[in-house]
Every structure is written in C-alpha cells, then in structure tokens.
C-alpha cells in the first residue's frame, strides 16, 4: 500500500473513533436528561402526595397550618420561576393554547440543535430541559 492509502486509512479510522465517541457521550446525556425528569417527575407525585396528607390532616391538626401555608408558598414560588422560565410575566394567568405558545417559543430558542459549540450546547439543552419543565408543570397546574 502506498503511503497515502495508509494515511487515508488512518484519517477513516480516526473519523470512525470520534463518531463512536460523539455518539456515546450523545446517548449519556439522553439517559441523564431522562433520568433528571424522571427524577424531577418522582419528586414532584411525592411533594404532590404529602401536600394532599398535610391538606386532609390539617382538618385534625392546627399545628399543620404552617407546613401547608409554607407548602403553598414553595408552590407559588415554583409557577413563578416556571413563568419566568417561558418569559412569561410573574402572577400571569394563561390558558393552555398561551403557555403552549410560550413553550413553543422557548424551544425554538433554546433547541441544542440551533447552538453550535459544545458550551453553547449544553447550555442551550439545560435551558431546552427547564423549559419543558416549566411548560409541564403549568400546564399540569392549569388543567389540574
């Protein structure tokens, strides 16, 4: 084989390795960003589960008020920063077509795929992530 056959087998092989590679480390943050939301999803049905405990027992119990109150406020602190989160304005009150929109808007700004870079990247798929976490959760509030 003459020199540059073996130096283009060479550059095929490399390009093959970073394929691999690119596509391993895709796949790892695929299943972490799964992971995060499944996280996410099995800490909001428990905070969820134990605001319905402390709501049915506060009826028995005075002393409870405080949690639920402070249960409530966390609650209107979340909307909030999911608001926020869609660029939406605080304390707003959007029907299901708005917040919808308003995600819409969010993921096309924030799509990993339209950032170049790996930084940019990963900082355009936390943003992507927390906006349909956002979007999820009022849309869950609102229709709930």
């Known amino acids: 084989k003459s020199h540059q056959q073996q130096w ?5 092989r490399e ?3 970073q394929q691999q590679q690119y596509h391993k480390a895709r796949q790892q943050q695929r299943h972490e960003a799964q992971h995060n939301t ?3 999803w099995e800490h909001f049905a428990r905070d969820y589960q134990r605001a319905r405990q402390q709501s049915s027992s506060q009826q028995h ?3 409870s ?7 409530l ?5 979340d909307s909030s920063d999911a608001l926020a989160v869609l660029g939406l304005p605080a304390g707003a009150s959007l029907t ?3 917040l919808k929109a308003a995600f819409h808007r969010a993921a096309m700004l924030w799509h990993p795929d339209k950032h170049s870079g790996d930084d940019a990247k990963a900082t355009a798929e936390e943003k992507f992530k927390r906006a349909k976490e956002a979007y999820e959760s009022l849309l869950l509030q609102a229709t709930g």
């Open 8 to 12: 283009q087998q060479q550059q095929q």
């Open 15 to 17: 390009r093959s390795w």
């Open 38 to 40: 499944q996280q996410w």
């Open 61 to 63: 119990h005075t002393g």
């Open 65 to 71: 008020s405080w949690q639920w109150s402070s249960t």
């Open 73 to 77: 406020k966390q609650h209107r602190q």
């Open 96 to 98: 299901a077509a708005q």
